[in-house]
C-alpha cells in the first residue's frame, strides 16, 4: 500500500530526494518513517515522523544530511538526502504508523504498514 520511489545513482557527496506515497488510503494522519538495508545487513531505522508532523528522528549515521517530511496536500513522505556517501547505499522502505502508539521512532516494530523498497547507490 506504500509505493517508495526517487532512488538512484550518485557519486559521493551528492543528493538524492526519496518519496513515499501510498497506493489506496491517504496516510496523512500516521506516523511514518524510513528504513534501508544494505547487501549483507539487517535492515536499519533511517527516519521517523509523528503524524502531527512536529517531531522528526533520525539515526545518528544520517542526522545532518538527511531530512524527512511530508506533503499532506499530495499525500507524500519525502526524505531529503544530502551529501551522499558510499555506506548510504542500500534499498530504502518506508512504513507507516497507523496505530499511532508512540512519536518517538527508533525501530520496525513500531511500524505496521510496509511499501516496496528504492535502490540508492552511492559510488565513490
Known amino acids: 500500500q506504500l509505493q517508495a520511489s526517487g532512488g538512484g545513482s550518485v557519486q559521493t557527496g551528492g543528493s538524492l530526494r526519496l518519496a513515499c506515497e501510498p497506493s489506496?488510503?491517504?496516510?496523512?494522519?500516521?506516523?511514518m518513517g524510513w528504513f534501508r538495508q544494505a547487501v549483507g545487513k539487517e535492515r536499519e531505522f533511517v527516519a521517523g515522523?509523528?503524524?502531527?508532523?512536529?517531531?522528526?528522528d533520525y539515526a545518528d549515521s544520517v542526522k545532518g544530511r538527511f531530512t524527512i517530511s511530508r506533503d499532506n496536500a499530495k499525500s507524500v513522505v519525502y526524505l531529503q538526502m544530502n551529501t551522499l556517501r558510499p555506506g548510504d547505499t542500500a534499498v530504502y522502505y518506508c512504513?507507516?504508523?497507523?496505530?499511532?502508539?508512540?512519536?518517538?521512532?527508533?525501530?520496525?516494530?513500531?511500524?505496521?504498514?510496509w511499501g516496496q523498497g528504492t535502490l540508492v547507490t552511492v559510488s565513490s
Open positions: 489506496k488510503r491517504p496516510f496523512n494522519n500516521y506516523g
Open positions: 512504513a507507516a504508523d497507523t496505530r499511532r502508539l508512540t512519536e518517538n521512532y527508533y525501530k520496525e516494530a513500531q511500524f505496521n504498514y
Open positions: 515522523l509523528n503524524w502531527l508532523g512536529t517531531r522528526t
